[in-house]
């Protein structure tokens, strides 16, 4: 379990992290979602003892990161896939964490197999590619077997088959108990493999709740409607006092409505409909109209070759 209790972090006049109470639990992969400049990646680094908060608390199974022993048996974590000496193979990397933190010198050819490679275990890292790093930072993170895993961006480089690969591999750490914290910003990915969610804007909490009830309270439903006969059956639905959008391609759409209402109507008025049918928002539609306010870096649609100036200094994004 990861816990954070007004978790805090402030760079000068800049509030990374502001307040920030949440409980990652076990048992479930949590989603952790946020804009560019959200804090994600500042709260990671807190959770792991990299950064100091200005204030507030966070614990890893009920302790501080720093005063855990043998902390890789503990969490493992993938921050940043490139953040390896690349003099070193892939099996001496893996062997000096394990040496650190008390760890069999079986478990390194364990995860280097677990992760596909083996073939590769020889090689520097430096010859790697980002897929290849993203194996060996999963492998490493997954080196001390312990209960509480936290990866950021976990499946950038990789190709499908090691996309769908993570994606089968958190969700077997969640059910044997393990808590999965990941951050990504790939929604149609998160979207398949998160249970929970925790969103954050501009340091603060916006969201702490199940990836159902997330889409279904941010999300926008509609009914879809296509007839051969769209004047009829909108002088039908307007006497039922029903609000129909045009959407384009000879499609209508009632926000909010119900299907059976529309469908029933449209038999009793002796309308033929070709399509009937419910459009619930996906998650990153639901993500985008939560953080519209909370959104730091805006891209404009500028045409090529002119620079839109921000009107403030770049900062980190996290």
């Known amino acids: 379990m990861i816990e954070l209790e007004g978790l805090t972090k402030r760079y000068g006049e800049k509030l990374a992290v502001n307040n920030l109470t949440v409980t990652v639990r076990p048992g479930t992969v949590t989603g952790f979602l946020g804009p560019n400049g959200a804090g994600k990646s500042t709260t990671m680094r807190m959770i792991l003892g990299l950064d100091r908060p200005t204030c507030g608390a966070v614990r890893v199974d009920g302790r ?27 099996f001496h990397h893996l062997l000096c964490l394990a040496r650190s933190n008390g760890i069999p010198t079986g478990r390194v050819h364990e995860v280097l197999d677990t992760v596909g490679l083996t073939a590769v275990a020889r090689k520097k890292a430096k010859g790697f590619s980002l897929g290849m790093s993203q194996r060996l930072g999963i492998a490493a993170a997954l080196l001390g ?49 998160a249970d929970h969610l925790v969103v954050i804007g501009q340091g603060r909490l916006l969201a702490d709740t199940s990836m159902t009830d997330f889409i279904a309270r941010n999300a ?6 296509r007839t051969p006969q769209r004047e009829r059956l909108l002088d039908v639905l307007a006497e039922a006092g029903i609000t129909v959008v045009e959407a384009g391609g000879g499609l209508l759409e009632v926000d909010g409505g119900k299907p059976e209402q529309v469908g029933e109507l449209a038999a009793r008025h002796h309308v033929v409909l070709h399509e009937l049918s419910t459009r619930q928002s996906s998650l990153e539609e639901a993500f985008m109209r939560l953080t519209a306010e909370s959104v730091e870096y805006h891209a404009h649609a500028d045409a090529p070759g002119r620079a839109r100036s921000a009107g403030r200094p770049k900062q980190k994004e996290s």
């Open 220 to 225: 926008r439903t509609c009914v879809r409607i």
């Open 145 to 193: 077997d312990p209960r509480i895993l936290m990866f950021d961006e976990p499946v950038n480089g990789l190709d499908p088959e090691g996309i769908h690969w993570i994606r089968g591999l958190m969700k077997s750490l969640a059910a044997q108990g393990r808590t999965v914290f990941v951050s990504s910003h790939l929604m149609s990915e998160m979207a398949l493999t």
């Open 64 to 90: 501080p990161y720093r005063g855990l022993r043998d902390p890789l048996t503990r969490i493992g974590a993938l921050l940043d896939a490139k953040d390896v000496h690349g003099g070193r193979t892939a």
